[in-house]
């Protein structure tokens, strides 16, 4: 798993990000579910059972995007990078006003 942490970090550094040949065949998968509850909402829906059927449309327009192993580690990688971006910013804001602190006790 490192490995693969390790090679996406480098995709991104380098500014070439692929996010998976595999990528087509998740979204193909997920097409295919999503296809199958709306059936079962149909069927639902023709034999009367209304709240079922909106309940199965509900969960389908829930459904996660797709995303391959390779983008949930990138997405991972990239929220760590902005958490560390705004620590940091805040340590310096933080710098900031001590210094103005020190500057108004001193004079």
């Not at 829930?62 to 340590?91: D, F, H, K, Y």
């Not at 001590?98 to 500057?103: G, I, K, N, Q, V």
Request: net charge neutral; aromatic share 2%; no cysteine.
């Amino acid at each position: 798993m490192r490995a693969k942490v390790e090679a996406v970090a480098r995709e991104l550094r380098g500014g070439r990000f692929d996010a998976d040949p595999g990528r087509a065949k998740v979204e193909r998968g997920r097409a295919i579910v999503a296809r199958a509850w709306a059936a079962i909402a149909v069927a639902l829906r023709e034999s009367r059972e209304e709240a079922l059927a909106e309940e199965v449309e509900a969960f389908i327009a829930s459904l996660p995007a797709v995303r391959t192993e390779n983008e949930q580690i990138a997405i991972g990688l990239l929220a760590q990078l902005e958490a560390q971006r705004r620590r940091e910013q805040a340590e310096r804001g933080e710098d900031r006003s001590d210094e103005t602190s020190r500057r108004g006790r001193s004079q």
